[in-house]
């Protein structure tokens, strides 16, 4: 098992930027990959970004364009969204996720943290 705490999410208007963490702790597995997700109200959770842990390699969802930056630091198990550009309709409760080595779904998930873009 994995504890993961989110943070840094907050209030920004459209254009601003944020910075969300993942903090890892008590891992028991190996990791293949972690992933941030984002759930808005009345929608469906999606799938945002991820890293896999073995090689850095970085995959993201089509419609962030180039906005969002995923990147891990390994010494501090903790990975990092980096959110610029930022739109309304990125309001979203912003969830982080592990995957274990092996595993055909994220498998531990975190609480969450709110990201609310204004207008």
């Known amino acids: 098992q994995v504890q993961l705490v989110e943070s840094g999410g907050g209030l920004v208007q459209a254009g601003g930027s944020l910075r969300l963490s993942c903090a890892a702790s008590?891992?028991?597995?190996?990791?293949?990959?972690m992933g941030w997700f984002r759930q808005a109200p009345g929608k469906d959770r999606e799938f945002v970004a991820a890293i896999r842990r073995s090689d850095g390699r970085t995959y993201y969802r089509d419609s962030i364009e180039g906005r969002f930056t995923i990147s891990g630091d390994s010494a501090k198990n903790t990975v990092y969204l980096q959110m610029n550009g930022l739109k309304p309709e990125d309001t979203a409760v912003y969830y982080c996720?592990?995957?274990?080595?092996?595993?055909?779904?994220?498998?531990?998930w975190g609480q969450g943290t709110q990201v609310t873009v204004s207008s």
């Open positions: 008590g891992r028991t597995f190996v990791s293949h990959s």
């Open positions: 996720a592990d995957q274990k080595l092996g595993s055909p779904n994220y498998d531990y």
